[in-house]
């Protein structure tokens, strides 16, 4: 199992505390969000739809790769990698 930091975006910062960067565990991004889930409940709901996807307007990365066009949740997520969950920002 690899612990990995993940960087969470302002709007989802109260449901870590106001902390900006978090520690989890998990070889994949699936197993990453369900230890998060574990320790910041209702963060899951938050970045995965209803089907248990990825938000159509949220975006992660693992490392400089977007998870999109890799293996989706199933992408590795190896000792050490930075995650950024990144929300969509609409207006002009």
Excluded at 20 to 39: F, I, Q
């Amino acid at each position: 199992m690899s612990t990995v930091s993940v960087r969470i975006p302002t709007i989802l910062r109260p449901l870590t505390g106001g902390a900006s960067e978090v520690k989890a565990e998990g070889a994949t991004l699936r197993a990453v969000v369900a230890d998060l889930e574990a320790n910041h409940p209702g963060i899951a709901a938050r970045v995965l739809d209803d089907n248990g996807k990825i938000r159509r307007f949220v975006n992660v990365y693992v490392g400089d790769e977007d998870v999109r066009f890799a293996d989706g949740l199933d992408t590795p997520t190896p000792e050490g990698a930075q995650i950024s969950i990144i929300p969509a920002v609409a207006g002009g």
